[in-house]
């Protein structure tokens, strides 16, 4: 993952005067292309710094700055190496920042076996991404990391697929020739994503921020967007989960996506007013508890799943009652860990994959909420594009996340249950 940081023009002078010296005589060339805000998002100094840390030279053929904050900035440079490992090295760091060759066609191979790929295979980041089809850049559906392009047999769309799911003599891009990465840029106008550089902050006033992201949630409504919550069951367990119920019955979520336990412990505490044997009004053990969410697990099955509960009366408070109610799309994802499960738990991890991937359609926003787990995995699925916030008391699960690649992803750290309230009070 590259984290670019600003660029100023004297950046950029320095990092030329630091071009090693090559024969011309001896020299490989490539001549490449950037274009977007890519002074102010850093990624020229990424790219320049990218060339000198392989050895490289480059030259600049073309160099204009935007003059106002619309107008994007235009280079054309020329990179200069000794070999061609040093270039195709250099090109595939290159590639990812934005960068690519103007006037190449992309390069495809067949598919040899069902879910098996080209050895050259290009994979794919999780930033908007273009390849050249005859002559024409054409947008590449279906965008997500850690996949394949395949090509249509007449040449006319592309999109992102898992490897599992390529069949024998399916187009498959290779190598890295006309493809166009567009990573996110610096926005200029200021908001909870640009202020927090896009990290970890457990520094400002929490308050402060979930005003802002109270702001970005009304925003995404009022355009009619689309709003997915990610929740772990610490939502129930410290008392957040009247506030995401809230937040549900006032409309702004629009899909939830968890696990076993939130479901479980959310119907636990809606039947018995516990989570995990605790009392989620006095704090305190209650007698017998050990076995309410096991109960509530039988309850659940008994009635044919969280839909039949709901339909026979005994399910009147809750997440998930007000998912039922307003009509709000779920999928729980299983895992080694889960009690039961549920009969709504998806324990098959592709189709669980799958699920989420078809509730994440046409997602602008998602809230991220005390989960690691299925924050990384929903993080994995995510294009750049789409805003991200994850909240948890523990600042490492937002920076894990963001390793992962999902770097797109503004982090809260504080007490899921106060961001819930405090966000649903501003809402």
Request: aromatic content about 6%.
């Amino acid at each position: 993952m590259v984290r670019h940081r600003r660029t100023s023009r004297e950046d950029i002078i320095s990092r030329h005067d630091e071009n090693p010296e090559i024969n011309d005589s001896e020299s490989i060339k490539r001549t490449v292309r950037l274009q977007g805000h890519i002074v102010d998002s850093g990624i020229m100094a990424s790219v320049l710094d990218t060339i000198i840390r392989q050895n490289g030279k480059f030259q600049f053929e073309e160099f204009e700055i935007g003059k106002t904050n619309i107008d994007p900035s235009v280079t054309v440079l020329t990179i200069i190496t000794r070999t061609e490992t040093q270039m195709d090295q250099i090109m595939s760091e290159l590639t990812q920042l934005g960068a690519f060759v103007e006037g190449e066609n992309v390069r495809v191979e067949h598919a040899p076996a069902d879910g098996i790929v080209p050895d050259t295979f290009y994979s794919t980041t999780n930033h908007r991404t273009a390849v050249m089809l005859q002559g024409t850049w054409v947008e590449v559906d279906n965008q997500m990391m850690d996949s394949v392009i395949v090509v249509s047999p007449d040449l006319a769309l592309a999109s992102c697929r898992k490897p599992r799911y390529v069949k024998r003599g399916d187009l498959v891009v290779v190598g890295r020739t006309g493809i166009h990465v567009m990573p996110m840029e610096k926005s200029r106008r200021r908001s909870v994503f640009d202020f927090m550089g896009s990290g970890v902050s457990s520094e400002r006033n929490a308050t402060i921020l979930i005003k802002e992201v109270a702001d970005v949630l009304r925003e995404t409504k009022t355009k009619e967007g689309k709003i997915c919550a990610v929740a772990g069951p610490a939502v129930v367990h410290t008392g957040g989960y009247s506030y995401l119920a809230s937040l549900i019955r006032k409309g702004y979520i629009d899909c939830l996506l968890s696990g076993n336990a939130l479901a479980v412990h959310d119907i636990e505490n809606a039947l018995y007013g516990t989570s995990l044997g605790i009392s989620l009004t006095s704090g305190k053990k209650v007698e017998g508890g050990h076995r309410h969410h096991m109960a509530a697990i039988n309850e659940v099955n008994h009635h044919g799943g969280i839909r039949g509960l709901y339909d026979s009366g005994r399910l009147t408070s809750g997440i998930f009652y007000e998912c039922l109610k307003r009509g709000i799309d779920y999928a729980l994802a299983g895992s080694l860990r889960d009690d039961g499960p549920l009969l709504d738990v998806i324990s098959d991890s592709i189709q669980a994959q799958e699920r989420y991937r078809e509730l994440l359609d046409g997602v602008n926003l998602v809230l991220m909420l005390a989960t690691m787990l299925h924050s990384i995995a929903v993080g994995n699925m995510l294009p750049s594009y789409v805003r991200t916030v994850c909240v948890d008391i523990h600042a490492d699960t937002v920076t894990k996340l963001a390793d992962r690649g999902s770097f797109h992803a503004v982090g809260i750290v504080t007490d899921v249950s106060l961001f819930l309230r405090v966000l649903d009070s501003f809402l």
